[in-house]
Nanobody, 121 residues
């Protein structure tokens, strides 16, 4: 089994910062990409940021310049540093990982349970 455990969500005021963490554990052979999606009420889930095993990053246009994804590869942890938060960033943030559990298994996507981020004055 694979577990993705998120932490760091909460309630902040506009302009403030938060850092989300996602730790992957369990039967993992290799991680190819990790990152975050988010889903606001009444909206579809959207990609926020991702980072590949090679270090390539990608961001939603709405968060470029404000959010940064980083990693601690030795610990299979990824961080999402969120600065200058806006009310429209309010959503449940889900960590994902694309990985192989064994050398012979296929790559598959795994998801965390989600963490709430609320930006409000």
């Amino acid at each position: 089994q694979v577990q993705l455990v998120e932490s760091g969500g909460g309630l902040v005021q506009p302009g403030e910062s938060l850092r989300l963490s996602c730790a992957a554990s369990g039967s993992i052979f290799s991680i190819y990409a990790m990152g975050w999606y988010r889903q606001a009420p009444g909206k579809q889930r959207e990609l926020v940021a991702g980072i590949t095993s090679g270090g390539t990053t990608n961001y939603a246009d709405s968060v470029k310049g404000r959010f940064t994804i980083s990693r601690d590869s030795a610990k299979n942890i990824r961080y999402l540093h969120m600065n200058s938060l806006k009310p429209e960033d309010t959503a449940v943030y889900y960590c994902y990982a694309n990985l192989k559990q064994t050398v012979a298994s296929a790559r598959d996507d795994y998801w965390g349970q989600g963490t709430q981020v609320t930006v409000s004055s």
